[in-house]
């Protein structure tokens, strides 16, 4: 049986508190760092409309199974993918959370 992700549990739960550029998702580990190839890093909070938001940064890892990934990490490992907006208060879902990663991967 599969263990289900609660990586998007763990990226809301620091929404409002984390330190900018503090790891979001995965936990950092050499297999995960591996295995996965990218991570969410929090960005910086900021309103738009009165309604509060923080930007999660996608970034590659250096030691990503995936090819372009690693190249792009060896590169410079601070490069930002893309980024994803989340509302503090009408949280995103899972869905949307993973058809946000698609777009950014899908562009590589």
């Known amino acids: ?5 609660n990586g998007l549990a763990k990226i809301l739960a620091g929404l409002e508190c984390a330190s900018l ?10 297999r995960t760092d591996i295995r996965i ?3 969410c890093d929090y960005g910086k ?3 738009e409309k009165g309604i509060q938001f ?9 030691g990503a199974e ?3 990934l ?24 899972q869905e949307a959370f993973l058809e946000e990663l698609k777009r950014i991967l899908g562009s590589l």
Do not use: C
């Open 1 to 5: 049986m599969a263990r289900k992700s």
């Open 21 to 30: 550029g503090e790891r979001a998702w995965p936990a950092r580990l050499e």
């Open 37 to 39: 190839g990218i991570r």
């Open 45 to 47: 909070t900021f309103e």
């Open 54 to 62: 923080r930007w999660i940064h996608v970034q590659a890892n250096k």
């Open 66 to 68: 995936q090819n372009i």
């Open 70 to 93: 690693r190249r792009v990490a060896q590169k410079n490992p601070h490069t930002v993918l893309g980024s994803i907006k989340i509302n503090f208060k009408a949280r995103m879902g």
